[in-house]
Protein backbone atom coordinates (compact mmCIF):
# COMPACT_ATOMS: atom_id res chain seq x y z
CA UNK A 1 0.00 0.00 0.00
CA UNK A 2 1.23 3.61 -0.36
CA UNK A 3 2.00 6.02 1.74
CA UNK A 4 -1.26 8.73 2.79
CA UNK A 5 -1.65 11.55 0.77
CA UNK A 6 -4.29 13.82 0.34
CA UNK A 7 -6.66 14.75 -2.77
CA UNK A 8 -9.41 16.98 -2.60
CA UNK A 9 -12.90 17.85 -4.34
CA UNK A 10 -14.85 21.07 -5.05
CA UNK A 11 -15.82 21.68 -1.30
CA UNK A 12 -13.98 18.90 0.91
CA UNK A 13 -10.84 17.74 1.58
CA UNK A 14 -10.38 13.58 1.62
CA UNK A 15 -7.73 11.69 2.98
CA UNK A 16 -7.27 8.92 0.26
CA UNK A 17 -4.74 5.93 0.06
CA UNK A 18 -3.66 4.51 -3.03
CA UNK A 19 -3.23 1.10 -3.52
CA UNK A 20 -1.66 -0.65 -7.21
CA UNK A 21 -4.78 -1.46 -9.72
CA UNK A 22 -2.72 -2.28 -13.05
CA UNK A 23 -5.38 -5.22 -14.85
CA UNK A 24 -4.21 -7.90 -15.02
CA UNK A 25 -2.12 -8.30 -18.45
CA UNK A 26 -3.98 -11.97 -18.93
CA UNK A 27 -6.96 -11.10 -18.27
CA UNK A 28 -7.11 -8.05 -19.94
CA UNK A 29 -5.99 -8.74 -23.08
CA UNK A 30 -8.41 -12.05 -23.08
CA UNK A 31 -11.11 -9.46 -22.85
CA UNK A 32 -9.68 -7.71 -26.10
CA UNK A 33 -10.92 -10.81 -28.10
CA UNK A 34 -14.62 -10.04 -27.88
CA UNK A 35 -15.24 -6.36 -28.98
CA UNK A 36 -17.99 -8.28 -31.52
CA UNK A 37 -15.74 -8.82 -34.04
CA UNK A 38 -16.18 -10.84 -37.11
CA UNK A 39 -13.51 -11.69 -39.41
CA UNK A 40 -15.25 -9.08 -41.78
CA UNK A 41 -14.79 -6.61 -39.22
CA UNK A 42 -11.46 -7.64 -38.02
CA UNK A 43 -9.58 -7.63 -41.70
CA UNK A 44 -11.37 -3.84 -42.45
CA UNK A 45 -9.63 -2.80 -39.28
CA UNK A 46 -6.12 -4.19 -40.16
CA UNK A 47 -6.63 -2.73 -44.01
CA UNK A 48 -7.97 1.04 -42.25
CA UNK A 49 -4.47 1.13 -40.40
CA UNK A 50 -2.83 0.69 -44.00
CA UNK A 51 -4.79 2.97 -45.78
CA UNK A 52 -3.96 5.35 -43.29
CA UNK A 53 0.12 4.40 -43.74
CA UNK A 54 -0.59 5.81 -47.33
CA UNK A 55 -0.52 2.09 -48.51
CA UNK A 56 -1.26 1.29 -52.39
CA UNK A 57 -2.04 -1.81 -52.29
CA UNK A 58 -2.66 -4.49 -49.46
CA UNK A 59 -2.36 -8.20 -49.98
CA UNK A 60 -4.21 -10.69 -48.24
CA UNK A 61 -2.69 -14.19 -48.08
CA UNK A 62 -4.64 -17.09 -46.26
CA UNK A 63 -2.87 -20.43 -45.76
CA UNK A 64 -6.09 -22.29 -45.16
CA UNK A 65 -4.76 -26.06 -46.05
CA UNK A 66 -1.73 -26.88 -43.74
CA UNK A 67 -2.17 -28.46 -40.15
CA UNK A 68 -1.53 -24.51 -38.88
CA UNK A 69 -3.33 -22.27 -40.96
CA UNK A 70 -2.41 -18.31 -40.96
CA UNK A 71 -3.30 -15.33 -42.47
CA UNK A 72 -1.02 -12.11 -43.43
CA UNK A 73 -1.87 -8.77 -44.26
CA UNK A 74 0.23 -7.32 -46.47
CA UNK A 75 0.73 -3.53 -47.30
CA UNK A 76 3.10 -1.46 -49.47
CA UNK A 77 2.78 1.66 -47.17
CA UNK A 78 4.90 4.15 -44.81
CA UNK A 79 6.08 1.07 -42.42
CA UNK A 80 7.21 1.93 -39.06
CA UNK A 81 10.30 2.42 -37.13
CA UNK A 82 10.81 -0.08 -34.05
CA UNK A 83 9.95 3.20 -31.66
CA UNK A 84 6.42 3.21 -33.82
CA UNK A 85 6.24 -0.37 -33.70
CA UNK A 86 6.14 -1.00 -30.18
CA UNK A 87 4.07 2.15 -29.74
CA UNK A 88 1.61 0.73 -32.37
CA UNK A 89 1.64 -2.39 -30.55
CA UNK A 90 0.65 -1.04 -27.15
CA UNK A 91 -3.11 -1.02 -26.57
CA UNK A 92 -4.81 2.21 -26.66
CA UNK A 93 -1.81 3.28 -28.49
CA UNK A 94 -2.99 6.31 -28.96
CA UNK A 95 -6.28 8.89 -27.02
CA UNK A 96 -9.37 9.14 -28.58
CA UNK A 97 -9.95 13.05 -27.57
CA UNK A 98 -6.69 13.94 -29.50
CA UNK A 99 -6.89 15.37 -32.81
CA UNK A 100 -6.28 12.73 -35.66
CA UNK A 101 -4.73 13.91 -39.39
CA UNK A 102 -7.51 14.32 -41.93
CA UNK A 103 -7.57 10.60 -43.73
CA UNK A 104 -6.92 8.90 -41.13
CA UNK A 105 -9.37 6.33 -40.19
CA UNK A 106 -8.21 5.22 -36.78
CA UNK A 107 -9.53 6.43 -33.80
CA UNK A 108 -8.97 4.50 -30.71
CA UNK A 109 -5.69 3.07 -30.66
CA UNK A 110 -6.80 -0.49 -30.25
CA UNK A 111 -7.94 -1.62 -33.49
CA UNK A 112 -4.75 -3.53 -34.56
CA UNK A 113 -4.73 -5.65 -31.35
CA UNK A 114 -7.89 -6.09 -30.08
CA UNK A 115 -9.24 -6.76 -34.12
CA UNK A 116 -6.29 -9.83 -34.64
CA UNK A 117 -6.89 -11.10 -31.06
CA UNK A 118 -10.76 -11.41 -31.94
CA UNK A 119 -9.78 -13.74 -35.00
CA UNK A 120 -6.19 -15.13 -33.29
CA UNK A 121 -4.32 -15.92 -30.42
CA UNK A 122 -0.65 -14.75 -31.87
CA UNK A 123 -0.51 -11.53 -33.13
CA UNK A 124 3.41 -10.72 -35.18
CA UNK A 125 4.16 -7.71 -36.92
CA UNK A 126 7.12 -7.25 -39.55
CA UNK A 127 7.62 -3.81 -40.65
CA UNK A 128 10.21 -2.32 -42.98
CA UNK A 129 10.78 1.91 -42.88
CA UNK A 130 13.84 3.11 -45.01
CA UNK A 131 15.71 -0.06 -45.14
CA UNK A 132 15.63 -1.01 -41.23
CA UNK A 133 13.53 -4.01 -40.06
CA UNK A 134 11.40 -4.73 -36.74
CA UNK A 135 9.03 -6.87 -35.61
CA UNK A 136 6.93 -7.54 -32.33
CA UNK A 137 4.98 -10.44 -31.21
CA UNK A 138 2.07 -10.15 -28.91
CA UNK A 139 1.53 -14.32 -27.96
CA UNK A 140 -2.19 -14.64 -25.59
CA UNK A 141 -0.66 -17.96 -24.50
CA UNK A 142 2.68 -16.43 -23.10
CA UNK A 143 0.48 -13.69 -21.64
CA UNK A 144 -1.85 -16.50 -20.05
CA UNK A 145 1.51 -18.07 -18.85
CA UNK A 146 3.70 -14.53 -17.88
CA UNK A 147 0.67 -12.47 -16.76
CA UNK A 148 2.48 -9.25 -17.53
CA UNK A 149 2.54 -6.86 -20.39
CA UNK A 150 6.09 -6.82 -21.58
CA UNK A 151 5.91 -7.12 -25.21
CA UNK A 152 8.69 -9.67 -27.08
CA UNK A 153 10.82 -7.67 -29.98
CA UNK A 154 12.02 -10.29 -33.03
CA UNK A 155 15.19 -9.23 -33.81
CA UNK A 156 15.64 -12.82 -36.26
CA UNK A 157 15.42 -11.34 -39.48
CA UNK A 158 13.03 -14.44 -40.96
CA UNK A 159 10.64 -15.53 -37.80
CA UNK A 160 8.28 -17.06 -39.26
CA UNK A 161 9.62 -18.07 -42.29
CA UNK A 162 7.35 -15.67 -44.23
CA UNK A 163 9.62 -12.65 -44.46
CA UNK A 164 9.57 -12.78 -48.50
CA UNK A 165 5.81 -11.03 -47.91
CA UNK A 166 7.59 -7.90 -46.71
CA UNK A 167 7.64 -5.41 -49.41
CA UNK A 168 10.66 -3.07 -49.70
CA UNK A 169 8.75 -0.59 -47.11
CA UNK A 170 5.44 -1.47 -45.75
CA UNK A 171 4.09 -3.72 -42.94
CA UNK A 172 2.89 -7.43 -42.87
CA UNK A 173 0.46 -8.23 -40.08
CA UNK A 174 0.52 -12.33 -39.38
CA UNK A 175 -2.51 -13.71 -37.47
CA UNK A 176 -1.27 -17.08 -36.39
CA UNK A 177 -3.51 -19.88 -33.90
CA UNK A 178 -6.57 -18.89 -35.83
CA UNK A 179 -9.00 -20.78 -32.81
CA UNK A 180 -11.55 -18.17 -33.58
CA UNK A 181 -11.57 -18.81 -37.47
CA UNK A 182 -12.02 -22.84 -37.81
CA UNK A 183 -15.34 -22.71 -35.72
CA UNK A 184 -14.36 -25.53 -33.52
CA UNK A 185 -12.99 -27.71 -36.39
CA UNK A 186 -8.94 -27.44 -35.33
CA UNK A 187 -8.57 -31.23 -35.43
CA UNK A 188 -10.66 -31.66 -38.52
CA UNK A 189 -8.53 -30.77 -41.95
CA UNK A 190 -11.08 -31.02 -44.39
CA UNK A 191 -14.07 -28.92 -42.26
CA UNK A 192 -11.56 -26.83 -40.97
CA UNK A 193 -10.33 -25.73 -44.48
CA UNK A 194 -14.02 -25.14 -45.69
CA UNK A 195 -15.17 -23.18 -42.48
CA UNK A 196 -11.73 -21.01 -43.34
CA UNK A 197 -12.38 -20.46 -46.97
CA UNK A 198 -16.32 -19.77 -46.42
CA UNK A 199 -15.39 -17.13 -43.49
CA UNK A 200 -12.84 -15.97 -46.02
CA UNK A 201 -15.38 -15.54 -48.85
CA UNK A 202 -17.91 -13.77 -47.28
CA UNK A 203 -15.68 -11.27 -45.64
CA UNK A 204 -14.52 -10.78 -49.35
CA UNK A 205 -17.97 -9.32 -50.20
CA UNK A 206 -17.53 -6.82 -46.75
CA UNK A 207 -13.98 -6.07 -47.63
CA UNK A 208 -15.28 -5.22 -51.31
CA UNK A 209 -18.05 -3.38 -49.99
CA UNK A 210 -16.78 -0.92 -47.02
CA UNK A 211 -13.45 -0.12 -49.52
CA UNK A 212 -15.74 -0.01 -52.58
CA UNK A 213 -14.62 4.03 -52.78
CA UNK A 214 -10.48 3.05 -52.68
CA UNK A 215 -11.00 0.24 -55.21
CA UNK A 216 -12.88 2.28 -58.03
CA UNK A 217 -11.88 3.90 -60.76
CA UNK A 218 -8.86 3.32 -63.53
CA UNK A 219 -6.33 4.62 -61.19
CA UNK A 220 -7.47 3.50 -57.81
CA UNK A 221 -6.75 4.45 -54.19
CA UNK A 222 -5.77 1.23 -53.57
CA UNK A 223 -5.16 -2.60 -55.35
CA UNK A 224 -6.65 -4.72 -52.63
CA UNK A 225 -5.92 -8.85 -53.32
CA UNK A 226 -6.72 -12.09 -51.51
CA UNK A 227 -4.94 -14.91 -52.19
CA UNK A 228 -3.25 -13.11 -55.39
CA UNK A 229 -6.93 -12.02 -56.70
CA UNK A 230 -7.67 -9.06 -57.95
CA UNK A 231 -11.25 -7.53 -55.56
CA UNK A 232 -13.28 -5.33 -57.48
CA UNK A 233 -15.46 -2.64 -55.59
CA UNK A 234 -19.34 -2.95 -54.80
CA UNK A 235 -20.71 0.58 -55.21
CA UNK A 236 -23.87 0.53 -53.42
CA UNK A 237 -24.96 3.72 -55.25
CA UNK A 238 -24.28 2.05 -58.65
CA UNK A 239 -22.73 5.46 -60.01
CA UNK A 240 -21.89 3.34 -63.15
CA UNK A 241 -25.75 2.79 -63.75
CA UNK A 242 -27.06 5.86 -66.13
CA UNK A 243 -30.46 4.74 -64.67
CA UNK A 244 -32.24 5.47 -61.60
CA UNK A 245 -32.09 8.90 -60.52
CA UNK A 246 -29.65 11.21 -58.45
CA UNK A 247 -31.62 14.26 -55.73
CA UNK A 248 -29.24 17.12 -55.82
CA UNK A 249 -26.71 17.18 -52.99
CA UNK A 250 -27.34 18.19 -49.70
CA UNK A 251 -25.05 19.80 -46.55
CA UNK A 252 -25.67 19.90 -42.76
CA UNK A 253 -22.55 22.37 -41.68
CA UNK A 254 -21.73 22.11 -37.94
CA UNK A 255 -19.43 23.56 -35.93
CA UNK A 256 -17.25 20.14 -36.09
CA UNK A 257 -17.30 19.93 -39.90
CA UNK A 258 -19.79 18.85 -42.57
CA UNK A 259 -22.25 16.54 -43.13
CA UNK A 260 -22.76 15.53 -47.43
CA UNK A 261 -26.04 13.70 -47.92
CA UNK A 262 -27.25 12.16 -51.69
CA UNK A 263 -30.37 10.58 -52.36
CA UNK A 264 -30.21 8.01 -54.94
CA UNK A 265 -32.95 5.86 -56.20
CA UNK A 266 -31.48 2.96 -57.45
CA UNK A 267 -32.01 1.46 -60.96
CA UNK A 268 -35.05 -1.07 -61.40
CA UNK A 269 -34.02 -4.26 -61.22
CA UNK A 270 -34.86 -4.52 -64.62
CA UNK A 271 -32.46 -1.94 -66.29
CA UNK A 272 -29.38 -3.62 -64.64
CA UNK A 273 -27.90 -7.00 -64.88
CA UNK A 274 -28.73 -9.59 -62.69
CA UNK A 275 -25.81 -10.30 -61.03
CA UNK A 276 -25.39 -6.53 -60.63
CA UNK A 277 -29.27 -6.51 -59.04
CA UNK A 278 -27.84 -9.48 -56.60
CA UNK A 279 -24.41 -8.02 -55.85
CA UNK A 280 -26.05 -4.65 -55.19
CA UNK A 281 -28.94 -6.37 -52.85
CA UNK A 282 -26.05 -8.59 -51.09
CA UNK A 283 -27.14 -11.41 -49.14
CA UNK A 284 -29.67 -10.29 -47.12
CA UNK A 285 -31.54 -8.44 -50.28
CA UNK A 286 -32.49 -4.84 -51.22
CA UNK A 287 -35.55 -4.88 -48.59
CA UNK A 288 -32.66 -4.83 -45.98
CA UNK A 289 -30.27 -3.18 -47.64
CA UNK A 290 -32.60 0.39 -48.46
CA UNK A 291 -31.52 3.09 -46.36
CA UNK A 292 -28.45 5.07 -45.23
CA UNK A 293 -24.82 4.44 -46.26
CA UNK A 294 -22.60 6.39 -43.65
CA UNK A 295 -18.94 7.44 -44.60
CA UNK A 296 -16.37 8.24 -42.80
CA UNK A 297 -13.45 9.57 -44.54
CA UNK A 298 -14.81 7.79 -47.96
CA UNK A 299 -14.49 4.74 -45.68
CA UNK A 300 -18.49 2.75 -45.16
CA UNK A 301 -19.36 2.19 -41.80
CA UNK A 302 -23.38 1.47 -41.99
CA UNK A 303 -24.23 -0.20 -44.86
CA UNK A 304 -28.07 -0.03 -45.13
CA UNK A 305 -30.52 0.84 -42.21
CA UNK A 306 -32.84 4.20 -41.49
CA UNK A 307 -31.62 3.89 -38.26
CA UNK A 308 -34.58 4.18 -36.70
CA UNK A 309 -36.11 7.22 -39.04
CA UNK A 310 -37.91 4.98 -41.78
CA UNK A 311 -39.64 1.31 -42.26
CA UNK A 312 -37.56 -0.54 -44.22
CA UNK A 313 -40.32 -1.41 -47.13
CA UNK A 314 -41.11 -2.60 -50.54
CA UNK A 315 -41.92 0.53 -51.57
CA UNK A 316 -38.74 2.26 -51.06
CA UNK A 317 -36.71 -0.66 -51.31
CA UNK A 318 -34.66 1.10 -54.23
CA UNK A 319 -34.08 4.03 -52.01
CA UNK A 320 -30.73 4.73 -50.48
CA UNK A 321 -29.24 8.26 -48.87
CA UNK A 322 -24.75 8.48 -48.99
CA UNK A 323 -23.83 10.40 -45.93
CA UNK A 324 -20.40 11.47 -45.27
CA UNK A 325 -18.55 12.63 -42.43
CA UNK A 326 -15.40 13.55 -41.85
CA UNK A 327 -13.28 12.13 -38.60
CA UNK A 328 -13.43 15.43 -36.74
CA UNK A 329 -17.38 14.29 -36.04
CA UNK A 330 -16.56 10.74 -34.45
CA UNK A 331 -17.23 11.64 -30.79
CA UNK A 332 -20.51 12.99 -32.10
CA UNK A 333 -21.08 10.00 -33.83
CA UNK A 334 -20.14 7.81 -31.30
CA UNK A 335 -17.96 5.47 -33.57
CA UNK A 336 -17.14 2.37 -31.98
CA UNK A 337 -13.98 0.59 -32.26
CA UNK A 338 -14.64 -2.30 -35.09
CA UNK A 339 -15.95 1.48 -37.02
CA UNK A 340 -19.21 -0.78 -37.69
CA UNK A 341 -21.60 1.72 -35.98
CA UNK A 342 -22.54 5.14 -34.63
CA UNK A 343 -25.42 6.74 -33.71
CA UNK A 344 -26.85 9.93 -35.49
CA UNK A 345 -26.37 13.38 -33.39
CA UNK A 346 -29.13 14.93 -32.40
CA UNK A 347 -29.38 17.72 -34.73
CA UNK A 348 -28.28 15.33 -37.94
CA UNK A 349 -30.83 13.44 -37.16
CA UNK A 350 -33.43 16.00 -36.84
CA UNK A 351 -32.23 17.30 -40.23
CA UNK A 352 -32.14 13.52 -42.23
CA UNK A 353 -35.43 12.92 -40.91
CA UNK A 354 -36.84 15.30 -42.92
CA UNK A 355 -34.52 14.44 -45.93
CA UNK A 356 -35.57 10.84 -45.20
CA UNK A 357 -39.08 11.69 -45.43
CA UNK A 358 -39.50 13.64 -48.33
CA UNK A 359 -37.12 11.16 -50.26
CA UNK A 360 -39.08 7.74 -49.36
CA UNK A 361 -42.77 9.69 -49.20
CA UNK A 362 -41.90 10.36 -52.72
CA UNK A 363 -40.61 6.80 -53.74
CA UNK A 364 -43.73 5.55 -52.11
CA UNK A 365 -46.23 7.70 -53.80
CA UNK A 366 -44.51 7.65 -57.57
CA UNK A 367 -44.77 3.07 -57.02
CA UNK A 368 -48.66 3.74 -56.04
CA UNK A 369 -49.49 6.34 -58.61
CA UNK A 370 -47.44 4.02 -61.21
CA UNK A 371 -49.20 0.80 -59.63
CA UNK A 372 -53.11 2.39 -59.84
CA UNK A 373 -52.17 3.76 -63.33
CA UNK A 374 -51.28 0.54 -64.83
CA UNK A 375 -54.29 -1.09 -63.58
CA UNK A 376 -56.48 1.94 -64.16
CA UNK A 377 -56.02 3.16 -67.65
CA UNK A 378 -56.17 -0.40 -69.67
CA UNK A 379 -59.13 -0.09 -71.70
CA UNK A 380 -61.21 -3.34 -70.90
CA UNK A 381 -58.82 -4.71 -68.31
CA UNK A 382 -59.31 -8.45 -66.49
CA UNK A 383 -58.80 -6.77 -63.02
CA UNK A 384 -61.04 -3.60 -62.07
CA UNK A 385 -59.30 -1.94 -58.81
CA UNK A 386 -61.85 -0.87 -56.80
CA UNK A 387 -61.56 1.60 -53.98
CA UNK A 388 -64.60 0.20 -50.97
CA UNK A 389 -65.16 1.15 -47.53
CA UNK A 390 -61.70 2.53 -47.58
CA UNK A 391 -60.12 -0.96 -49.21
CA UNK A 392 -58.33 -1.54 -52.17
CA UNK A 393 -60.12 -4.36 -53.85
CA UNK A 394 -59.12 -6.14 -56.82
CA UNK A 395 -62.09 -8.07 -58.76
CA UNK A 396 -62.06 -10.06 -62.04
CA UNK A 397 -64.19 -7.52 -64.70
CA UNK A 398 -67.68 -9.72 -65.29
CA UNK A 399 -67.96 -7.34 -68.44
CA UNK A 400 -64.43 -8.29 -69.80
CA UNK A 401 -65.23 -9.53 -73.62
CA UNK A 402 -63.39 -12.55 -73.12
CA UNK A 403 -65.94 -13.69 -70.34
CA UNK A 404 -68.76 -12.31 -71.84
CA UNK A 405 -68.24 -13.88 -75.24
CA UNK A 406 -67.66 -17.33 -73.47
CA UNK A 407 -70.81 -16.62 -71.36
CA UNK A 408 -73.08 -16.11 -74.74
CA UNK A 409 -72.17 -19.21 -75.64
CA UNK A 410 -73.49 -21.06 -72.15
CA UNK A 411 -76.89 -21.85 -71.64
CA UNK A 412 -78.74 -19.35 -70.04
CA UNK A 413 -78.88 -21.24 -66.53
CA UNK A 414 -75.12 -21.16 -66.19
CA UNK A 415 -74.42 -17.49 -66.67
CA UNK A 416 -74.92 -17.02 -62.82
CA UNK A 417 -73.10 -19.75 -61.95
CA UNK A 418 -70.55 -18.40 -64.94
CA UNK A 419 -70.13 -15.44 -62.76
CA UNK A 420 -70.37 -16.85 -59.22
CA UNK A 421 -67.11 -18.55 -60.26
CA UNK A 422 -64.92 -15.57 -61.36
CA UNK A 423 -66.38 -13.55 -58.43
CA UNK A 424 -64.73 -16.90 -56.29
CA UNK A 425 -61.89 -16.22 -58.03
CA UNK A 426 -61.56 -12.42 -56.95
CA UNK A 427 -62.94 -13.37 -53.49
CA UNK A 428 -59.97 -16.04 -53.16
CA UNK A 429 -56.88 -13.49 -54.20
CA UNK A 430 -53.97 -14.93 -51.93
CA UNK A 431 -53.68 -11.70 -50.45
CA UNK A 432 -51.09 -12.33 -47.67
CA UNK A 433 -49.52 -15.15 -49.51
CA UNK A 434 -48.80 -12.42 -52.23
CA UNK A 435 -47.87 -9.73 -49.45
CA UNK A 436 -45.23 -12.12 -48.03
CA UNK A 437 -43.78 -13.33 -51.32
CA UNK A 438 -43.81 -9.59 -52.74
CA UNK A 439 -41.79 -8.25 -49.36
CA UNK A 440 -39.43 -10.57 -49.07
CA UNK A 441 -38.53 -11.55 -53.13
CA UNK A 442 -40.46 -9.31 -55.33
CA UNK A 443 -38.94 -9.82 -58.32
CA UNK A 444 -39.25 -13.36 -58.28
CA UNK A 445 -42.83 -13.68 -58.52
CA UNK A 446 -44.19 -13.10 -61.97
CA UNK A 447 -47.57 -13.86 -63.50
CA UNK A 448 -48.54 -17.29 -65.54
CA UNK A 449 -47.25 -17.70 -68.86
CA UNK A 450 -50.17 -17.43 -71.23
CA UNK A 451 -49.97 -19.83 -74.01
CA UNK A 452 -50.17 -18.79 -78.05
CA UNK A 453 -53.64 -19.59 -78.20
CA UNK A 454 -54.90 -17.60 -74.74
CA UNK A 455 -53.34 -14.60 -76.64
CA UNK A 456 -55.81 -14.73 -79.64
CA UNK A 457 -58.20 -15.02 -77.20
CA UNK A 458 -57.84 -11.90 -75.33
CA UNK A 459 -56.71 -10.66 -78.54
CA UNK A 460 -60.00 -11.56 -80.84
CA UNK A 461 -62.32 -10.59 -77.67
CA UNK A 462 -60.37 -7.13 -76.73
CA UNK A 463 -60.21 -6.44 -80.53
CA UNK A 464 -63.62 -7.26 -81.29
CA UNK A 465 -65.32 -5.12 -78.38
CA UNK A 466 -62.73 -1.92 -79.28
CA UNK A 467 -63.92 -2.16 -82.68
CA UNK A 468 -67.80 -2.57 -81.73
CA UNK A 469 -66.91 0.86 -79.78
CA UNK A 470 -66.19 2.56 -82.67
CA UNK A 471 -61.89 1.65 -81.69
CA UNK A 472 -60.07 2.60 -85.37
CA UNK A 473 -58.20 -0.58 -86.35
CA UNK A 474 -55.33 1.90 -86.71
CA UNK A 475 -55.89 2.73 -82.43
CA UNK A 476 -55.88 -1.17 -81.63
CA UNK A 477 -52.34 -1.85 -81.39
CA UNK A 478 -51.87 1.21 -79.25
CA UNK A 479 -54.51 0.41 -77.02
CA UNK A 480 -53.62 -3.44 -76.97
CA UNK A 481 -50.22 -2.22 -75.30
CA UNK A 482 -52.27 -0.62 -72.64
CA UNK A 483 -52.94 -4.31 -71.83
CA UNK A 484 -49.82 -5.71 -69.40
CA UNK A 485 -50.36 -9.57 -70.42
CA UNK A 486 -49.98 -8.66 -73.95
CA UNK A 487 -47.14 -5.86 -73.32
CA UNK A 488 -45.19 -8.62 -71.39
CA UNK A 489 -46.36 -10.98 -73.99
CA UNK A 490 -45.28 -8.53 -76.70
CA UNK A 491 -43.29 -10.34 -79.49
CA UNK A 492 -46.16 -13.32 -79.19
CA UNK A 493 -49.24 -10.60 -78.96
CA UNK A 494 -47.74 -8.29 -81.94
CA UNK A 495 -48.34 -10.61 -84.90
CA UNK A 496 -51.68 -11.69 -83.17
CA UNK A 497 -52.77 -8.20 -83.04
CA UNK A 498 -51.19 -7.71 -87.12
CA UNK A 499 -52.98 -10.57 -88.20
CA UNK A 500 -56.70 -9.40 -86.31
CA UNK A 501 -56.39 -6.40 -87.97
CA UNK A 502 -55.66 -7.08 -91.53
CA UNK A 503 -58.76 -9.58 -90.94
CA UNK A 504 -61.05 -6.39 -89.98
CA UNK A 505 -59.67 -4.08 -92.24
N1 LIG B 1 0.00 -1.07 -41.41
C1 LIG B 1 0.47 -0.06 -40.68
N2 LIG B 1 1.42 0.77 -41.18
C2 LIG B 1 1.90 1.81 -40.46
N3 LIG B 1 1.52 2.08 -39.19
C3 LIG B 1 0.59 1.29 -38.64
C4 LIG B 1 0.04 0.19 -39.32
N4 LIG B 1 -0.86 -0.43 -38.52
C5 LIG B 1 -0.85 0.27 -37.38
N5 LIG B 1 0.00 1.30 -37.42
C6 LIG B 1 0.27 2.28 -36.36
O1 LIG B 1 -0.18 1.71 -35.17
C7 LIG B 1 -1.12 2.56 -34.53
C8 LIG B 1 -2.09 1.72 -33.74
O2 LIG B 1 -2.97 1.04 -34.63
P1 LIG B 1 -4.38 0.57 -34.12
O3 LIG B 1 -5.12 0.03 -35.25
O4 LIG B 1 -4.18 -0.31 -32.94
O5 LIG B 1 -5.04 1.91 -33.60
P2 LIG B 1 -5.52 3.16 -34.49
O6 LIG B 1 -5.52 2.85 -35.91
O7 LIG B 1 -4.67 4.31 -34.05
O8 LIG B 1 -7.00 3.39 -33.94
P3 LIG B 1 -8.22 2.36 -34.03
O9 LIG B 1 -8.28 1.67 -32.71
O10 LIG B 1 -9.38 3.24 -34.24
O11 LIG B 1 -7.93 1.44 -35.16
C9 LIG B 1 -1.71 3.38 -35.64
O12 LIG B 1 -2.22 4.61 -35.16
C10 LIG B 1 -0.51 3.57 -36.57
O13 LIG B 1 0.27 4.64 -36.10
MG1 LIG C 1 -6.56 1.13 -36.63
Redesign the pocket.
Known sequence: MLPTSISSNSNKVLQTRKVDATPYASALIEGHRDFGYNLETALA??I???I??N?SEVKLVAETTSETPWLA?I?D????TEH??V?????G??N?TSM?TPR????????????SFSQCRCLT?M?RHRDALACAQWNLDRIARENDWTLELIDDPDPLGRSYLLASS??V?FWDNLDRMMGGHADDPVKRTATLNSELSRAERHLRLVFHRFLEGNNPRLKLFLNGRRLTPIDPMAKDSTSGQWDPPDEIVLEQGVVKVRCRTLPHHKMVSKEQWNELGGPEGHLKSQGLYVYREDRLIIAGSWLGLAKQTELTKLCRISVDIPNTMDADWKID?K?ASAQLPPVVRERLKKVIERFVGTSKRTYQRRGQKLVDETRLPVWNRVLKDGHVIFRPNLEHPVFQTFSAQLPEELHIDFQRCLRLIGSSLPIETLHAELVGNAEAVVADAADKADLELLVRAIGEALTAGGASPESLSEIMQSHQLLRDNWAAAEPIIKEFIREIS
Do not use: Y
Open positions: DIDNSSAAIDGCGMDLEAMRLAKPRDLGRFGLGMKSAVTGTVVK
